[in-house]
């Protein structure tokens, strides 16, 4: 089978969910034996996906350059001749749906829950969503039809951290007696609602604020306004920015639970990764984060846009932090039994499947 992965992000940040589900799924069906290319911006997306030895196809973020980036698909088709072109953004499967699904069937995945743009929307041949409520989405916003619909939840992969990375972390910041670390993992973006964060970090108590340091592990646009609020409100010494990291892996195993402040998801890879990696996570009860967590069992959700809401979640961890142990064991389970990343893989091949059978 002959697979051309599309997508278009902003590559002047780090990858994000759709990247990192793009390139695992790409990685994968290599390994499997079949023959994969991408069209994609340049980016670092682009850059791990030719050091695995995947041809790229380099097209443009930038709305003008539409005709630049029509024609270098038009080209990348012809000449590889794929059996699907699997897209991962809206805009690629809008010129895919429109100009190249004569050539081969066209899959949009969508990722989040999204309200703009409706009368523009193409699905291709096929939407995969990567949750009930992104599927629902699709269906009463978009008004996809049912049928054209298949739900593929994310997965992620056990991380493998490097003991070298571990210890040279140890070193750079030593954890003191009696500290948990919180890791946030995701862009610093409105979405994930890290304002929120902060100022509850600040509401609470200095003792309280003392036993808690948070890792964001992310770059974003908003990063100038979240670290002059921290500033203002004096709670630097509790905040650690570390950018665009790839010591994710690491930092799952060196945290004692992970935090997510986000306002929208559709199915989010940090929590799914915090379960692969052991942890408990303290979320907002958000559509997409409430179907994967499980309140008390695998962490704690509490209300969205609401930052004495987080900060009373940041207490019942303080209060009871063997907790996050007895959480992060049942999050594994979870995780094992239900998130399992060969599951996913052959759910996205039998979605291939069925459109070349339909061809």
């Given at each position: 089978?002959?697979i051309?992965?599309?997508?278009?992000?902003?590559?002047?940040?780090?990858?994000?969910g759709?990247?990192?589900?793009?390139?695992?799924?790409?990685?994968?069906?290599?390994d499997?034996?079949?023959?994969?290319?991408?069209a994609?911006?340049?980016?670092?997306?682009?850059?791990?996906l030719s050091?695995?030895?995947?041809?790229?196809?380099?097209?443009?973020?930038?709305?003008?350059?539409t005709f630049?980036?029509l024609?270098r698909?038009?080209?990348?088709?012809?000449?590889f001749?794929?059996?699907?072109?699997?897209s991962?953004?809206?805009?690629?499967?809008?010129?895919?749906?429109?100009?190249?699904?004569?050539?081969?069937?066209v899959l949009?995945?969508?990722?989040?829950?999204?309200f703009?743009?409706?009368?523009?929307?193409r699905?291709g041949?096929?939407?995969?969503?990567?949750h009930e409520?992104?599927?629902?989405?699709?269906?009463?916003?978009?008004?996809?039809?049912?049928?054209?619909i298949?739900?593929?939840?994310?997965?992620?992969?056990?991380?493998?951290?490097g003991?070298?990375?571990?210890?040279?972390?140890?070193?750079?910041?030593?954890k003191?007696?009696?500290?948990?670390?919180?890791?946030f993992i995701g862009?610093?973006?409105e979405q994930k609602?890290?304002i929120?964060?902060?100022?509850?970090v600040?509401?609470?108590?200095s003792?309280?604020?003392d036993?808690?340091?948070?890792?964001?592990?992310?770059?974003?646009s908003?990063e100038p306004?979240?670290?002059?609020?921290?500033?203002?409100?004096?709670?630097?010494?509790?905040?650690?920015?570390?950018?665009?990291?790839d010591?994710?892996?690491?930092?799952l195993?060196?945290c004692?639970?992970?935090?997510l402040?986000?306002?929208w998801?559709?199915?989010?890879l940090?929590?799914?990764?915090?379960?692969s990696?052991?942890?408990?996570?303290?979320?907002?009860?958000?559509?997409?984060?409430?179907e994967v967590?499980?309140?008390q069992?695998?962490?704690?959700?509490?209300?969205?846009?609401?930052?004495?809401?987080?900060?009373?979640?940041?207490?019942?961890?303080?209060s009871?932090?063997?907790?996050?142990?007895?959480?992060?064991?049942?999050?594994?389970?979870?995780?094992?039994?239900?998130?399992?990343?060969?599951?996913?893989?052959?759910?996205?091949r039998?979605?291939?499947?069925?459109?070349?059978r339909?061809?």
């Amino acid at each position: 089978m002959k697979i051309l992965y599309t997508h278009l992000y902003d590559a002047s940040f780090g990858m994000g969910g759709a990247e990192k589900v793009l390139l695992d799924l790409a990685l994968a069906f290599k390994d499997k034996g079949e023959t994969v290319e991408a069209a994609v911006n340049q980016s670092r997306l682009a850059e791990k996906l030719s050091d695995a030895g995947i041809p790229v196809t380099r097209i443009y973020w930038s709305k003008p350059r539409t005709f630049h980036t029509l024609h270098r698909l038009k080209q990348a088709v012809a000449r590889f001749q794929p059996d699907i072109i699997h897209s991962h953004h809206r805009y690629t499967t809008f010129l895919s749906d429109l100009f190249l699904k004569k050539s081969a069937p066209v899959l949009h995945t969508e990722h989040v829950l999204r309200f703009d743009k409706k009368l523009l929307f193409r699905t291709g041949d096929l939407v995969t969503a990567v949750h009930e409520s992104v599927a629902q989405n699709l269906a009463d916003y978009f008004r996809v039809e049912p049928r054209k619909i298949i739900t593929i939840p994310n997965a992620v992969k056990k991380p493998e951290p490097g003991p070298a990375r571990m210890n040279a972390i140890r070193q750079r910041m030593p954890k003191k007696k009696g500290e948990l670390w919180a890791l946030f993992i995701g862009r610093l973006e409105e979405q994930k609602g890290h304002i929120y964060l902060v100022d509850a970090v600040a509401a609470l108590n200095s003792s309280e604020r003392d036993r808690l340091r948070f890792v964001l592990a992310g770059d974003g646009s908003l990063e100038p306004m979240l670290k002059k609020r921290v500033a203002e409100l004096g709670v630097e010494e509790n905040f650690f920015f570390l950018g665009h990291t790839d010591e994710v892996p690491e930092w799952l195993v060196l945290c004692d639970f992970v935090v997510l402040s986000s306002l929208w998801e559709g199915m989010p890879l940090s929590v799914l990764e915090a379960f692969s990696a052991s942890k408990a996570v303290l979320a907002t009860d958000i559509p997409g984060t409430r179907e994967v967590m499980v309140d008390q069992v695998t962490g704690w959700l509490v209300k969205a846009k609401d930052s004495q809401a987080f900060a009373e979640g940041l207490r019942r961890v303080l209060s009871r932090p063997e907790n996050a142990v007895t959480f992060g064991a049942n999050a594994y389970r979870r995780w094992e039994t239900e998130y399992s990343f060969d599951v996913m893989i052959e759910r996205y091949r039998t979605a291939y499947e069925s459109l070349k059978r339909c061809r």
